[in-house]
Nanobody, 116 residues
Framework: QVQLVESGGGLVQPGGSLRLSCAAS????????MSWHRQAPGKERELVAA????????NYADSVKGRFTISRDNAKNTVYLQMNSLKPEDTAVYYC?????????WGQGTQVTVSS
């Protein structure tokens, strides 16, 4: 069973930065595609950013391109989401996802609030 634990969320002012981390308790972390998703109140969960198992390819939602960066450290079983130039509309619960053989595993989520 894959367990994912997110951290790094919090309250930040517009224009600020946060870095989210997701630690995975799985021996074969490097074989999982990883992604970050978010869900704002009253809205559906949406994909924010994704990275392939070896980290060679990434993709982003249009709303975060140029501001967010996803990366991974397979030696540490961790995936990161660097979020810069944060906007109030980025406020949401952010979830880490691990996918392999079309099976999804989710973390418990971490709250990000962007407000002055």
């Amino acid at each position: 069973q894959v367990q994912l634990v997110e951290s790094g969320g919090g309250l930040v002012q517009p224009g600020g930065s946060l870095r989210l981390s997701c630690a995975a308790s799985v021996f074969t972390f490097s074989t999982y595609a990883m992604s970050w998703h978010r869900q704002a109140p009253g809205k559906e969960r949406e994909l924010v950013a994704a990275i392939t198992s070896a980290g060679g390819s990434t993709n982003y939602a249009d709303s975060v391109k140029g501001r967010f960066t996803i990366s991974r450290d397979n030696a540490k079983n961790t995936v990161y989401l660097q979020m810069n130039s944060l906007k109030p509309e980025d406020t949401a619960v952010y979830y880490c996802n691990a996918r392999k053989w079309l099976i999804d595993h989710w973390g418990q989520g971490t709250q990000v609030t962007v407000s002055s």
